[in-house]
Structures are given as C-alpha cells and as structure tokens.
C-alpha cells in the first residue's frame, strides 16, 4: 500500500535562508508524487509534481524538489524563502490501483521569521 | 474561470442531524473526491467518484454518503452515524491524463454544536 512520511511537523526559517522540507514514501513502483501548499481556512494548490523525467523538477513561487528513488525521497526546497511562503505543506502519492487514489503525508507547517 | 466551489464555508449542526456539504466543479473533470482534515493528521479520503452516477468509499466512509447524479455536482452528506464530524472538509476533482493533478475547493469548516 502506498503511505507518505512527512518527518517534520513543523519548521521555522528566517525569510532569505534556504528551505528544505522532507517526504519520504512507500510505494511498489514509480509513482506519481505531488507537493501542495495550503495556507490557512484555504484548500490546497499544486506546487509541483513528478512521475517521469528529469528527476528535477521545477514548480511555481520558485520552488523546486528531487526524485530520489534509490532513498524513496521527493523533498522540496526553495533557496531563498519570503514571508508570504508561511504556509502548511503536504507531500501526496498516487497510483492507479484500478482507480487513482491519492495518499497525503501529514503535513508540514512552515513559519517563517523576520 | 473554471475551478470549483464549496458551499457553505462554514457551518453549524445540532448533534443529530443530518447535514449536507454542496461541491460543484465547471472544469469537466471525471473524477472527484472528498476529504477530511483534521489537525496533525493530512487529508482523509471519505469517497471519491470517478464518474458519473459511480463512487467508491475511501478510507473513512463510515458516517458518510455521496451521489453523483451530475457530472459537475459531487454532494457529502454527514449523517447522524458520523461520531466526531467537527472538521474542515475539502472537495477535489481531477482528469485521468492530466497527471491526476487534483484541483481543490475552498473547504467547508463544519461545526457540531
């Protein structure tokens, strides 16, 4: 089954420093691997996804993640943070398993300081 | 512009009763979901549809009942059955083909008094 690890509940970066965010999954073979951002009482929007390609790959607002198969990674980062990033993010898998389901991690909160 | 709408964006039941979350999508995508968020915990799949007059439970259905009589319309209703139904629900749709790329609504928060 496919299930999503987001280590980090939460984290807090002061606005200019680089952003990593962590997402570890579990899934059989290549899946589709998305990251979506939520800001608060809001639903989600897309970020950036993969499931095929370049193992980089480049997404809105400037952020950026990397499929890591070999470590069953798909970590976000962003090298310079603004305060409007203050957010929460979610790391979601999906496969087709006679039907496409999309498994999300827990999420983690950014805070971003002054 | 095309996107979808949930309404309403907040709402107060009566332990009870029965309770309707409306969702309605104007960019002709196949499938839809509802989830449920909770604190700490993500999204929860409640069903989801992958085509008209079609739906499937998903992981915590219990409590819970959809229809899909139209293709732009996916309802929730929160019954009675449901034990802790305080929480923020998201409706999504997607389009096979378009790399599952799901499109979410605004949520509804609801609130069991």
């Known amino acids: 089954a496919q299930s999503v690890t987001q280590p980090d509940i939460h984290i807090t970066v002061s606005e200019g420093a680089s952003l990593e965010l962590r997402c570890n999954y579990s899934?059989?073979?290549?899946?589709?691997l998305f990251w979506y951002v939520q800001s608060p009482g809001q639903g989600l929007q897309l970020l950036l996804k993969?499931?095929?390609?370049?193992?980089l790959v480049q997404g809105i607002k400037g952020f950026e993640a990397e499929f890591k198969r070999s470590q069953s990674s798909f970590n976000l980062r962003k090298p310079s943070v603004h305060w409007s990033d203050a957010a929460e993010y979610f790391c979601a898998v999906g496969a087709d398993t006679g039907g496409f389901k999309t498994i999300f991690g827990a999420g983690t909160r950014l805070f971003v300081k002054a | 512009d095309g996107g979808i709408t949930q309404s309403p964006k907040y709402l107060f039941r009566k332990e009870g009763q029965n309770v309707t979350l409306s969702c309605e999508q104007n960019l002709n995508h196949d499938a839809m979901y509802w989830y449920r968020q909770d604190p700490g915990q993500g999204l929860r799949l409640i069903y989801y549809?992958?085509?008209?007059?079609?739906?499937q439970k998903g992981d915590i259905a219990e409590g819970y009942s959809v229809s899909r009589e139209k293709k732009e319309s996916f309802p929730l209703t929160v019954t009675s059955a449901q034990k802790n139904p305080t929480a923020f629900y998201l409706c999504a749709s997607s389009q096979p083909g378009l790399d599952h790329e799901q499109f979410f609504g605004p949520g509804t928060r609801l609130t069991v008094l």
């Open positions: 899934y059989g073979a290549t899946p589709y």
């Open positions: 549809s992958q085509i008209v007059n079609d739906f």
């Open positions: 993969y499931f095929s390609g370049d193992t």
